[in-house]
C-alpha cells in the first residue's frame, strides 16, 4: 500500500512480489528496489490479461486475446526485462504511435523493424520525431490509412507505392527527393511534404487526383512548379506552399479539419484499445 516506502530500504538482497497486481505502485516499488539496490535479486510473478508471467518469462503469448486498454502491458514491459516476445495476433490492434516529442529520437530503422514486419493489421502509424532512415520494410502494412513519418532522415520512399489504402500523409522534413511513388496511391488525400528542401520532381503530384490538401513549402519550388502544381492538382485542393511552419498556425492541424483532429485524438490515445474498436470510426470527410 505504501510502495514508496521502498526507499528507505538500501540494503537489500533479495525483493520479491508474487502473484501480484500490475500496477503504478508495483512500478514504484520495483525501482526503488532495484536503484537504491543494484545488486539485489528481483523476483516478480503476475498476471496479464489473465496469462501468467514472472521475471524469467522470455515469450508472452496474448494470441486472440480481445485486449480493452494496452497499458497493463506497458507496464509489463517495464516490470520483465527479459520479456523479448510478445505475440499478439488478433488482439484488434489498429493505432500506435511511438508518442515521440520533438527532437527526441527514441528509435532508429533497425530496432522499429520487428513492427513494420509484424503489425500487418495496424491502420495508423506515427512514427514521427524517430531518426529512421530506412522504410524497406513498411511495404508490409498494406492497410495503413494514415501514416507519419516526420522529422526523419527518410530520403527513399519508393515502398509506400505498395500501401494502396494510404489516405493520410505526413513526411515533413526528410530528405525526400523522388516523390513519383506516391502516384502509386489512389485514396491519397492529405500530404504534407514541407522542408524536403531538394525535392526533384514535385509537379508529378499532378497525378494524384484524389488530393484534398497539400502542403508543399520550403521545397525550393520555382514558380513554374508552383504554377504546374496549381493548375494540375484538384480544382478544391487546399494547396499551401508559403507557410513558415509545417503544421501549426497553417491550418494543417486545425481544429476546424474534422479528419486531422480524429486522427489526432486516436495517436494520443492509442493505448486504450476499447475507444477504437475500428479504424473506420475514423472521419474521413471534412463534412
Not at 525535392?199 to 497539400?214: H, I, M, Q, S, W
Not at 507557410?243 to 490515445?269: L, M, P
Amino acid at each position: 500500500d505504501d510502495a514508496h516506502a521502498v526507499r528507505f530500504f538500501t540494503a537489500l538482497n533479495q525483493f520479491t512480489a508474487s502473484d501480484t497486481v500490475i500496477d503504478d505502485a508495483l512500478l514504484t516499488a520495483v525501482s526503488y528496489a532495484s536503484q537504491n539496490n543494484p545488486d539485489a535479486e528481483i523476483f516478480c510473478s503476475a498476471s496479464v490479461y489473465g496469462v501468467p508471467l514472472d521475471s524469467s518469462t522470455e515469450l508472452l503469448d496474448l494470441n486472440d486475446i480481445y485486449i480493452r486498454s494496452l497499458d497493463p502491458l506497458c507496464k509489463a514491459l517495464e516490470l520483465f526485462p527479459k520479456l523479448r516476445t510478445v505475440e499478439m495476433c488478433g488482439c484488434d490492434i489498429q493505432v500506435f504511435s511511438t508518442l515521440a516529442a520533438d527532437n527526441r529520437r527514441p528509435g532508429n530503422s533497425s530496432n522499429l523493424a520487428p513492427l513494420f514486419r509484424y503489425c500487418t493489421e495496424l491502420r495508423a502509424l506515427d512514427l514521427g520525431h524517430m531518426a529512421i532512415n530506412d522504410i524497406s520494410e513498411i511495404r508490409n502494412l498494406k492497410h495503413l490509412h494514415t501514416l507519419i513519418l516526420a522529422d526523419n532522415y527518410i530520403s527513399d520512399i519508393s515502398p509506400l507505392a505498395d500501401l494502396k489504402e494510404l489516405v493520410y500523409l505526413e513526411l515533413f522534413f526528410n530528405s525526400i527527393k523522388d516523390v513519383s511513388p506516391l502516384l502509386e496511391l489512389p485514396n491519397l488525400l492529405d500530404l504534407n511534404l514541407c522542408y524536403n528542401r531538394h525535392l526533384t520532381n514535385p509537379t508529378v503530384l499532378t497525378g494524384c487526383k484524389k488530393l484534398e490538401r497539400l502542403y508543399i513549402s520550403n521545397c525550393g519550388l520555382t514558380r513554374d512548379q508552383i504554377a504546374s502544381l496549381r493548375e494540375g492538382i484538384p480544382e478544391n485542393c487546399i494547396f499551401n506552399y508559403t507557410c513558415s511552419n509545417a503544421v501549426w498556425h497553417n491550418g494543417w492541424r486545425s481544429e476546424e479539419n474534422v479528419r486531422n483532429t480524429k486522427i489526432r485524438e486516436a495517436f494520443r490515445n492509442w493505448r486504450m484499445v476499447e475507444s477504437y474498436p475500428s479504424w473506420d470510426n475514423i472521419i474521413y470527410k471534412n463534412t
